[in-house]
């Protein structure tokens, strides 16, 4: 019998080992609670979500690429055929062989680029200890199959050479499936079983808005218990997604309170969260520490408090979070990190009033008063004092009903809706406000946890809307914007919500709103996440940037790898101490593009870009910027040769 008569044995000892070790974590994910899934639209959409979703995202990095795919599709068609050699006729064929032997060389040529990328060192957001013996055992089994395969291929002249590969063969491909439990395979079963059993599926509905599949599910308030304690807490399919992390980094690097020096990496959140589930003591992590890491005990299972001192996680981890999504949009898995910290807050808020203690008077003031501020809901359009602003009160009904937001009682942005009502007027666009029946939307309180004064300024908000006539609502706030347009319809309110940088790009479209120019001045634009990776906006606002004349000049992040201007997710409330401040990198990525200006389109944004301190370029809204190209197209065509210089 020949050294190639053994390879299909090897395979089925390797599928008997992984099935062996992947049973151990499905009892893991059994602990979660119960979850629906549709497994027959999941398994007949898994080859699209991974050969065009997963990969849309490995291709970002090329080499990851140039790695994966060989080593994936060799792996798989090595293995399959050897499988086939189980067929007499086929196990004696030295043609077929010599196929075999091609899939082999096919995932040889992946595992040396894998080799590549980690040795002599790998980069700092891989992890290293079993990810840097992964290569060592993808060689072995990759060289030693396409050397028994081959020797058979041209007649098996070496047959004693020929049983010593075959052995290397069997040690690298048994090593392989020793890791698919706890080790880096363990991403290949789980991520496939997670594409599938996917949490969110709107996701990879592409008739679906964006918005959707981003919006957070509501909590029910009647269960025993309020949010995730522990990992038995979560749903099945969010621990299975949890061992589907690749440990690439991908979500590190792209996070803004890691980069700032809080104590946050999500990659290391998620590998907390899966070691969390076996119980004992956390695992051996292998990758970057919290930078300024808070000691924890460590201790975990699946029935164990997974945020304190003494468990696996500390809670400045928790409260670092912006809540921008920069690390699901980075991660090829498809992990969805922020809906986890949500519902681990809820449970710290909702059950133990664990919360940062600069969070604790907006969270009193949206219970008492329903504003984070604690200011009167009538003062909300105090600004607009001589205005003459329109209450849908007293006219009844509107075209456009505008929603102002908290962004009202701050000075700063009460200048964007003051000229944002004027590009409102110039157009002629019929619209109101709802004045003292304007609440807060909610998502402060939604994104620190406390689901149930969320969903009462929900239900209180579309009950108070439900009174009146009009066609949409116009808000400059994207967090506002998010929440009523993708959020509300839970708490049965559907509406059609624009955000102000799209209705502005179609007057001026339409040409009910004449713009002149602003020739000469260099402007770079900041993505709000909640515009831009949460509902899908980037190219009104730059749409109208460019209808003004300015030089726009992008970011080195920008669109849907944009930074985080670091006022999301009550991050400003919680303020866990880092290293630096995340606006102040982020108006460093705006100074190195030379722009006098950086053009935001919300006013959380405003206010934490504002407040770096130093030389930097002016904020200003779009909204402004129009209102500025306006006023320059009524004044005399005669205008001097200088640039444009914009005003603050």
Not at 299 to 305: I, L, Q, V, W, Y
Not at 324 to 346: F, K, S, T, Y
Not at 461 to 471: C, E, G, T
């Amino acid at each position: 019998m020949t050294a190639a008569a053994f390879l299909p044995f090897l395979v089925l000892a390797m599928l008997a080992v992984a099935a062996v070790q992947i049973g151990r974590r499905v009892r893991l994910w059994n602990n979660g609670r119960g979850a629906p899934v549709d497994w027959v639209a999941g398994l007949k959409a898994l080859p699209s979500r991974y050969l065009v979703d997963v990969h849309h995202v490995v291709d970002r990095d090329r080499s990851a690429s140039r790695m994966h795919v060989p080593v994936a599709a060799g792996l798989v068609s090595a293995c399959g055929l050897s499988l086939l050699a189980l067929i007499p006729a086929l196990a004696h064929s030295r043609i077929f062989m010599a196929l075999v032997a091609i899939a082999f060389a096919v995932m040889l040529t992946g595992a040396v680029l894998v080799a590549r990328r980690r040795y002599p060192r790998p980069m700092l957001r891989l992890s290293m200890g079993k990810y840097q013996r992964l290569p060592v055992y993808l060689v072995l089994f990759s060289a030693g199959g396409l050397l028994t395969a081959g020797l058979f291929a041209i007649g098996d002249p070496l047959p004693s050479l020929a049983f010593l590969v075959l052995i290397a063969t069997a040690a690298g491909g048994l090593m392989l499936a020793t890791e698919v439990a706890t080790g880096p395979m363990r991403h290949a079963l789980a991520g496939a079983t997670h594409l599938a059993a996917h949490p969110g599926p709107a996701r990879f509905d592409k008739d679906q808005p964006r918005g959707r599949s981003t919006a957070l599910l509501p909590l029910d308030l009647d269960a025993e218990k309020l949010g995730a304690e522990t990992p038995a807490d979560f749903a099945w399919n969010r621990l299975l997604s949890f061992d589907a992390c690749i440990q690439c980094g991908r979500c590190e690097a792209a996070c803004p309170a890691f980069a700032a020096g809080q104590p946050l990496s999500p990659k290391h959140l998620i590998s907390d969260l899966a070691a969390a589930q076996a119980g004992g003591h956390g695992g051996f992590y292998a990758g970057m520490p919290y930078p300024n890491e808070r000691p924890v005990a460590g201790d975990c299972g699946a029935h164990r408090p997974v945020i304190g001192a003494g468990a696996m996680v500390h809670p400045d981890t928790l409260w670092s979070c912006t809540t921008c999504r920069a690390c699901v949009e980075e991660c090829p898995m498809m992990i969805e990190h922020v809906d986890a910290i949500v519902d681990l807050r809820r449970y710290q808020t909702l059950e133990k009033g664990a919360v940062p203690a600069k969070a604790v008077e907006p969270l009193d003031n949206s219970r008492g008063c329903d504003e984070p501020n604690g200011r009167a809901l009538a003062a909300r359009t105090d600004f607009a004092a001589g205005l003459g602003l329109p209450v849908l009160r007293d006219v009844g009904e509107t075209d456009v009903l505008l929603w102002l937001g908290q962004g009202a009682y701050d000075m700063r942005y009460q200048r964007t809706l003051r000229a944002l009502i004027g590009l409102l007027r110039e157009a002629g666009v019929d619209f109101a406000v709802l004045g003292a029946e304007e609440r807060d939307c909610g998502d402060l309180a939604r994104r620190l946890g406390d689901e149930a004064t969320f969903q009462r300024l929900a239900r209180d908000n579309v009950a108070a809307l439900s009174q009146y006539r009009f066609n949409r609502i116009l808000t400059a706030d994207p967090h506002a914007l998010h929440v009523i347009r993708n959020e509300y319809p839970a708490f049965g309110g559907t509406y059609d919500v624009v955000h102000h940088t799209a209705l502005l790009q179609d007057l001026v479209a339409t040409g009910r709103l004449p713009l002149g120019r602003l020739d000469g001045a260099a402007v770079t634009y900041h993505d709000p996440c909640y515009l831009g990776r949460y509902n899908g906006e980037f190219d009104a606002p730059r749409a109208l940037l460019d209808a003004i004349g300015v030089e726009r000049r992008e970011m080195a992040r920008s669109g849907r790898r944009a930074m985080c201007c670091g006022g999301g997710g009550g991050a400003p409330n919680a303020d866990i101490p880092g290293d630096r401040r995340i606006p102040d990198l982020r108006m460093g990525q705006a100074a190195e593009t030379g722009a006098g200006t950086v053009a935001v389109a919300c006013p959380q944004c405003t206010a934490m870009l504002e407040g770096v301190v130093g030389e930097r370029p002016q904020v200003l809204d779009v909204a402004e910027l129009l209102m500025q190209a306006v006023e320059a197209g009524r004044v005399a065509p005669a205008r001097s040769a200088a640039p444009e210089r914009i005003s603050a």
